[in-house]
């Protein structure tokens, strides 16, 4: 039989805290992290009426993968 996975995705704006703690947590957990990747988020601006994005957000994306079962 075949292994089965499940996944977990992880989005980390420059501000949140997630750092080595948090990844040995869901390490402890028996999350693998499997890769991780910089990124740049847009947001839009909130104004009426104003369709346009503003400022981007850096964030981090964390892969992780388990075991099911």
């Known amino acids: ?3 089965v996975f499940e996944y977990k995705i992880v989005v980390s704006e420059a501000d949140d805290e997630t750092d080595e703690a948090t990844l040995n947590t869901h390490g402890a957990d028996g999350w693998e992290l499997v ?3 910089a ?3 847009a947001t839009e601006d ?3 009426g104003d369709d ?3 400022d981007s957000v850096p964030v981090t ?3 992780f993968k388990r075991r099911r079962g």
């Open 1 to 3: 039989m075949a292994d």
């Open 35 to 37: 890769n991780a990747v």
């Open 39 to 41: 990124d740049v988020r």
């Open 46 to 48: 909130g104004g009426e």
């Open 52 to 54: 346009e994005m503003d």
């Open 61 to 63: 994306v964390f892969y």
